[in-house]
């Protein structure tokens, strides 16, 4: 891995590795943020609703329906996903508590809905009830491809993530539907 920034040499206090300037250039691609959510079986033998906030998420296929969400590893919700049905929820600008709080800094008791296939929370701008198609390596990353059951949307602003900042994606006034 190379970058044209020339970082301080391993022996200097200012050091930093190159995966550092890989990360911050990976941070100026804006993205949409969103949780992943789905019934996972605790090893007690109870099912737990859980989340994972995520900014890693794409379309893949119109026919079929397919969508990709890439979750890390080391991270405890990556087990408890494998084939699981799961719900994408994209969060609005007004949901940045949600998206800490599924980060890791719980704050809050989501609200649920019950979805046909995957729980979701209640308010998201959009979302995707999904059921597994296939998982696929991707270094220290698992890529899980869902096939969408269900989905739908609401108007508002969406909550966007850029250079390791929360930042808000305004609304267009009008929309892809006019389109068709």
């Known amino acids: 891995m190379t970058s044209s920034i020339r970082p301080f040499r391993p022996d200097s206090a200012l050091y930093r590795p190159p995966v550092h300037f ?3 250039s990976l941070g100026r691609f804006a993205t949409g ?22 900014n890693s998420f794409t379309s893949v296929s119109m026919d079929p329906p397919l969508v990709l969400v890439s979750i890390q590893r080391s991270v405890r919700s990556h087990d408890l996903l494998a084939g ?13 508590v949600v998206a800490e709080h599924f980060a890791g800094r719980p704050s809050l008791d989501p609200v ?30 698992t890529l899980f491809l869902g096939e969408v059951q269900e989905f739908d949307y609401r108007r508002g602003d969406a909550l966007g993530f850029v250079n390791g900042q929360f930042c808000t994606i305004p609304e267009q006034t009008s929309g892809h539907e006019p389109l068709f």
Request: with cysteine; charged share 25%.
């Open 84 to 96: 699981r049905p799961f719900a994408i929820n994209v969060l609005g600008a007004e949901q940045r």
């Open 33 to 54: 943020v969103a949780v992943v959510t789905f019934d996972a079986e605790e090893s007690d033998g109870r099912s737990r609703r859980q989340g994972i906030t995520v």
């Open 112 to 141: 649920w809905i019950e979805g046909r296939f995957a729980p979701r929370l209640c308010d998201a701008l959009s979302h995707f009830e999904c059921t597994p198609w296939a998982a696929y390596d991707g270094g220290d990353h």
């Open 22 to 24: 890989f990360r911050g």
